[in-house]
């Protein structure tokens, strides 16, 4: 599926805090939700021919092994989805990640910083073999289609 991307990755909150017990948790999902661009004067602007607008959002509760701290928040872009005019509930799985994969990749990212100074110590949130494990599924259904 291909993107344009509106705006770009907001970090609309993120939190770091240290467990008093330790606990681990991945919470970690994907929102997606239609939204329609305004003119200068706040007027909605017509149904784009290039494809509809979305809001991709990722909000997160991450304690990673072995649970001293823990990081939650949402982090938001706002994309075009090029020749889709669906609801965005039709959308695989592939896409979903597709979409949310550079939002999670702000997540690693703040995670390690934020730890570089808190512990002095980066830690690394790895969410990329998951993404690859579905882009493995993703061909291996592709092909299986096509046989």
Known sequence: MDFKKM??????????????EQKVKSDVTVSIREV???????????????????EV???FAVAPAPGMFTV???????VQLIGYFGKGDDLNPTDYQLLSRPL??????????ITQITLDQPVNLNFKSNFDELLKNRDKDNNNDEN
Request: glycine share 8%.
């Open 7 to 20: 705006t770009p990755i907001i970090v609309r909150n993120f939190h770091y805090d240290i467990n008093e």
């Open 57 to 59: 959002g990722v909000p």
């Open 72 to 78: 939650s928040g949402l982090i938001t872009q706002v």
């Open 36 to 54: 329609v661009q305004n003119d200068e004067n706040g007027k909605q602007m017509p149904e784009s021919e290039e494809g509809k607008y979305f």
């Open 104 to 113: 999670v990749e702000e997540i690693e990212t703040l995670t390690y910083e």
